[in-house]
């Protein structure tokens, strides 16, 4: 894996976490701001890591002219493509996000449900 880059926390925008790819429906009933505990951004994530190949790039973190992947899933690669999968998340703590919206506290679920319908082949990956 790769190391750890933080965003530089000036302007405030480069902390607020834009959605990229939601195939998996991770985020798609979280609703504007999960980002932000309690409205504060840069809690969920104050940095990234560069995916492996093949991962795919879930959220932006950072300039909007330059962004960087903050959360993404890559699957394990072995000889029978039958390997488990990673989810990297850039923050400290994902059991409180969101703390407001339609699905309050889903986040840790509905990554769980995606990552287990990807086991299954139910999604395509």
Known sequence: ?????????????????????D??????????????WKGIFGQYVRGWTDPPPGAIWLTDVGPEFDPKPADWIWQYPTLTGR????????????TRYPDRGPKKEALVANIAVALQKLSMGELPF
């Open 1 to 21: 894996m790769a190391p750890f880059h933080a965003v530089p926390p000036r302007p405030f925008s480069n902390i607020k976490v834009r959605i990229r790819d």
């Open 23 to 36: 195939r998996f429906g991770i985020f798609s009933d979280l609703g504007e701001g999960f980002d932000g």
């Open 83 to 94: 390997g488990g999968y990673v989810f990297m998340h850039n923050g400290d703590n994902m």
